[in-house]
T-cell receptor
Framework: KAGVTQTPRYLIKTRGQQVTLSCSPI?????VSWYQQTPGQGLQFLFE???????NKGNFPGRFSGRQFSNSRSEMNVSTLELGDSALYLC?????????????FGPGTRLTVL | AQRVTQPEKLLSVFKGAPVELKCNYS??????LFWYVQYSRQRLQLLLR??SRESIKGFTADLNKGETSFHLKKPFAQEEDSAMYYC????????????FGTGTKLQVIP
């Protein structure tokens, strides 16, 4: 079956703009998690959605938000972009989103903020 | 707060030598520990988890609650083991809020 897909793969924005990233989970998976990966901080948990509800949130400012649609596809939005938001954004899907379910990762979206 | 520490950024070993990638954690609840691996130009993927008690690609990891460690071991390194390895933790049975370590790059020298 098809893996997790993320669009776009690369994105360049300028400070102050906003951006929307998309994630399509593996068919049948209802949980989608988002992570930010940077060389300095590594992989950091942003939030997790299950059945269109945000169940968990990491320690990121309110500029970072997300949503999940009825088909389990998810989007994350970053408003008022800052230089420090430059990162690889990964999404991962799993069946039910509990710790017993394996997470499958997408290829990531590389965001560059100028 | 949960925290995962991988003290080595880079570990270089010769082919055929034993490998041990260190991971220590701090967590007040009941943790579930994982090792993820990312090969060059590939996606991050689950290697193994302590609850499964499996050996994957010759790798094993034992959860030591007394020392709060979950070190990854392999008796004989292979060149194809060269990759980035991440130790991760979540609450056992809880929702997926996974905390990752900063990763260790394993370089196997032929």
């Amino acid at each position: 079956k098809a893996g997790v897909t993320q669009t776009p793969r690369y994105l360049i924005k300028t400070r102050g703009q906003q951006v929307t990233l998309s994630c399509s989970p593996i068919s049948g998976h209802r949980s989608v998690s988002w992570y930010q990966q940077t060389p300095g901080q590594g992989l950091q948990f942003l939030f997790e959605y299950f059945s269109e509800t945000q169940r968990n949130k990491g320690n990121f400012p309110g500029r970072f938000s997300g949503r999940q649609f009825s088909n389990s596809r998810s989007e994350m939005n970053v408003s008022t972009l800052e230089l420090g938001d430059s990162a690889l954004y990964l999404c991962a899907s799993s069946l039910a989103g509990n710790s017993y379910n394996e997470q499958f990762f997408g290829p990531g979206t590389r965001l560059t903020v100028l | 707060a949960q925290r995962v520490t991988q003290p080595e950024k880079l570990l270089s070993v010769f082919k055929g030598a034993p490998v041990e990638l260190k991971c220590n954690y701090s967590y007040s609840g009941s943790p579930e520990l994982f090792w993820y691996v990312q090969y060059s130009r590939q996606r991050l993927q689950l290697l193994l988890r302590h609850i499964s008690r499996e050996s994957i690609k010759g790798f094993t990891a034992d959860l030591n609650k007394g020392e709060t460690s979950f070190h990854l071991k392999k008796p004989f390194a292979q060149e194809e083991d060269s990759a980035m390895y991440y130790c991760a933790l979540s609450e056992s049975g809880g929702y997926q809020k996974v905390t990752f370590g900063t990763g260790t790059k394993l370089q196997v020298i032929p």
